[in-house]
């Protein structure tokens, strides 16, 4: 008689600890985030292109307002960009602390 087990070791549950990055999404997930963010912001974006191109039509330009306005557009830029990180931040957090992680790392503790 055989004295191995009837159940391969693979078949057993893992009885490790859970830690943080097993509440991690994962990079489909964190890319499809991004693109999805991407396209939301993608109006504001056009907005600032578009808003620099009509000022700089408006009227002959000196060299001080340009500065001014490549500025103003830069920093438009910049806040998009930075909603653009606070909203991934956010996402993924909730992503993070979502029910279906929790009970998993309750069923392996």
Do not use: C
Not at 46 to 64: M, S, Y
């Amino acid at each position: 008689m055989s004295t191995r087990p009837p159940y391969a070791p693979s078949s057993l549950p893992s009885l490790r600890k859970l830690d943080a990055a097993d509440f991690e999404p994962d990079e489909q997930w964190k890319t499809q985030l991004k693109k999805r963010i991407e396209e939301g912001l993608q109006s504001m974006v056009q907005e600032a292109k578009d808003n620099q191109d009509a000022e700089l039509k408006k009227a002959p330009v000196g060299v001080e307002a340009r500065m001014r306005l490549a500025e103003e557009y830069k920093q438009a830029m910049s806040n998009i960009k930075q909603l653009a990180t606070d909203q991934y931040q956010q996402e993924l957090d909730r992503e993070r602390n979502q029910p279906q992680y929790h009970e998993q790392y309750q069923a392996h503790r």
